[in-house]
């Protein structure tokens, strides 16, 4: 399974993309702000590029979930739900919709999406993220 983000909206609060499988438009991400030089801890998107991911324990949220695995500079990157870029610390934040700074219906967007990739880990496919 590959999973394809292409970032779309930059703002000085979050950065917003659409995130399709396998070619097919599945929801929008929300991320925190694009930026270059220095990081900024919890408050900046993680770098482009092709990731695998795997479903591990997350002890933060106490349940398994979808994690981006060697991601330069960032640890714990998680797919999960959220609104808006005070609901990240680096991660991808899914939903149904989406408007300036916000997605929406994401714990919906995020059950569909997280089944998916269970479902690709399960059949032992490889999973993958390519985020430009």
Not at 6 to 18: D, E, H, L, M
Not at 23 to 48: H, M, N, S
Not at 86 to 97: H, S
Request: charged share 20%; glycine share 8%; hydrophobic share 35%.
């Amino acid at each position: 399974m590959h999973l394809a983000l292409k970032r779309t909206t930059f703002t000085n609060q979050s950065t917003i993309g659409q995130l399709s499988i396998n070619g097919q438009f599945e929801c929008y991400v929300l991320e925190d702000v694009v930026r270059k030089g220095e990081k900024v801890w919890g408050k900046t998107a993680i770098p482009k590029g092709t990731y695998n991911v795997q479903v591990t324990y997350s002890n933060r949220f106490k349940r398994l979930m979808p994690l981006l695995v060697n991601v330069p500079g960032f640890e714990g990157v998680r797919i999960h739900s959220g609104n808006t870029a005070a609901d990240t610390e680096g991660c991808l934040l899914v939903g149904k919709t989406q408007s300036t700074d916000f997605v929406g219906q994401s714990r919906d967007a995020y059950a569909v999406l997280y089944a998916q990739i269970k479902d690709a880990i399960d059949r032992r496919e490889p999973v993958t993220i390519t985020i430009s």
